[in-house]
């Protein structure tokens, strides 16, 4: 059976809304790597202290050991066990405050010198160890060195650490405690970073949502901090602007269709009605046949100017682009419009330099340019003068066709190139009202512009074309 409605904007497929938000939403993972690397950073500090303070207490005992066994090493090569116990009692009776710990024992265990009472139990063999002994009897915590003599005699050297072990259990306290502060600590600040997360998102997703119901006027709202949300907020806003702008392009576009192609559509569905309830001959018929087809041949070619204006923003004849030399081609455009301008009494004059090089499809540029030599000719009052230029430019190639028209006032070039756009003044004479369109599609593909200017009096249009094409 399936369910109807639609899921939740932003809810997480599988999961009920309320674990949005739960330990498997971004924000969670957020927050808790925040939390890690705060405690992984805390660690690490501990650990270096540590290794500075009571490791650095330790390696400075060891030293000091090491060379006190060094020293003993010397005077056993240099009179043997005899030398080597005179040296640890004279030691000793020099110093007898001292932190010094030493042993010295015969092969069958009897102290033969040393501050010790006895052997330490827990020394089986050589090496180093840190163990509790007594020193008149008193207990000391000492980090001593265990060593076997020839003989079978056996030394032990140490020093008192007892101080540095309360160092040590000190500096252990205050890191244990500070490692609790900062968890705590990195638990309140993975708490606000989860809730800034969530704001962040949350607006987002609110607009969103708002978006998906319907209302293309919400935006996602800015903190002014101009940080990356700042950043991603203008990016969805400027996206969600594009959006509206294409939508209210399409209800345009619908509106227009319906408008301007109810006229022809009716009108050839009137003729045929006519023709067929009341002509009287095949002449009649054939005529009132081929005023339908004219009509709808200019449907037809609505259609396909249309599609052709979609292919063109697509971006799909940028495979088309080669270099080419715009010269010829406004050369060719002015002989060919040359007949049509001297039928309406108009004077059609050309200048471009020798060389107009670009990169692009010279069949859509051709076609932009016969849009715009149309647009000229066919509001051109008889006996003005129709000017096309090409010229070279810093960027690439600036084309022109300029007029003595009625123009376009300036308030309306803005719309101009909007599909089916007529001004007022362009309300009395034939067309779709997609020529500007186009040539504006063509002009985008191409990463150039076409700017509409006031040739006081008339019409100037300028299409500028770079040298190089835009990145697909």
Request: net charge neutral.
């Amino acid at each position: 059976m399936k369910s109807g409605g639609a899921q939740p904007v932003g809810a997480i497929a599988g999961l009920p809304e309320r674990l949005n938000f739960g330990v498997r939403s971004a924000g969670f993972r957020f927050a808790a790597l925040y939390a890690v690397l705060i405690l992984v950073s805390v660690a690490a500090l501990a650990l270096f202290l540590w290794w500075q303070t009571a490791g650095a207490l330790d390696r400075q005992a060891e030293t000091v050991i090491t060379f006190d066994v060094d020293d003993l090493r010397a005077q056993l090569a240099i009179g043997g066990i005899p030398l080597l116990a005179e040296t640890i009692e004279e030691r000793i009776k020099q110093n007898p405050e001292s932190d010094a710990v030493y042993m010295l024992t015969d092969p069958v265990g009897d102290r033969l010198a040393g501050n010790l009472t006895r052997w330490p139990a827990e020394i089986v063999r050589r090496g180093w160890y840190d163990l509790t002994v007594e020193r008149g009897g008193t207990p000391l915590i000492t980090r001593v060195q265990a060593l076997a003599l020839p003989g079978g005699s056996r030394l032990l050297v140490g020093r008192d650490i007892s101080i540095r072990t309360k160092i040590s259990e000190l500096l252990t306290r205050a890191l244990v405690w500070g490692t609790g502060v900062v968890v705590v600590l990195a638990t309140l600040g993975a708490l606000l970073v989860r809730k800034l997360f969530r704001r962040m998102i949350g607006n987002v997703s609110a607009t969103a949502a708002a978006v998906s119901r319907g209302d293309l006027t919400r935006r996602v709202q800015l903190s002014g901090r101009g940080d990356e949300f700042d950043q991603l907020s203008e990016a969805i806003n400027d996206m969600l602007d594009r959006i509206a702008r294409l939508m209210e392009g399409v209800k345009q576009v619908s509106n227009a269709i319906a408008h301007d192609l109810r006229t022809p559509i009716a009108r050839a569905r009137a003729r045929l009605e006519e023709a067929s309830g009341h002509g009287s001959g095949a002449a009649e018929l054939r005529s009132a046949i081929d005023q339908a087809t004219a009509d709808l041949d200019g449907i037809v070619s609505v259609f396909q100017a249309l599609l052709r204006i979609a292919e063109i923003e697509a971006g799909s004849r940028r495979a088309a682009f080669a270099p080419v030399d715009l010269a010829p081609l406004l050369a060719d455009m002015a002989e060919l419009y040359e007949a049509s301008a001297e039928e309406k009494g108009l004077t059609l004059q050309l200048r471009a330099s020798t060389s107009l090089p670009v990169d692009g499809d010279v069949t859509l540029i051709q076609q932009a340019v016969a849009n715009l030599l149309d647009n000229a000719l066919k509001f051109s009052p008889s006996g003005s003068l129709v000017m096309l230029s090409g010229t070279a430019v810093a960027i690439g190639v600036e084309i022109a066709v300029t007029d003595r028209g009625p123009g376009i006032p300036k308030t309306e070039r803005a719309q101009a190139t909007d599909r089916f756009y007529r001004g007022e003044k362009a309300r009395s004479t034939p067309g779709s009202g997609l020529g500007l369109s186009l040539v504006q599609a063509v002009a985008q593909l191409h990463g150039g512009t076409l700017i509409l200017a006031d040739a006081e009096p008339g019409l100037r249009a300028v299409l500028t074309l770079p040298n190089k094409p835009p990145m697909a």
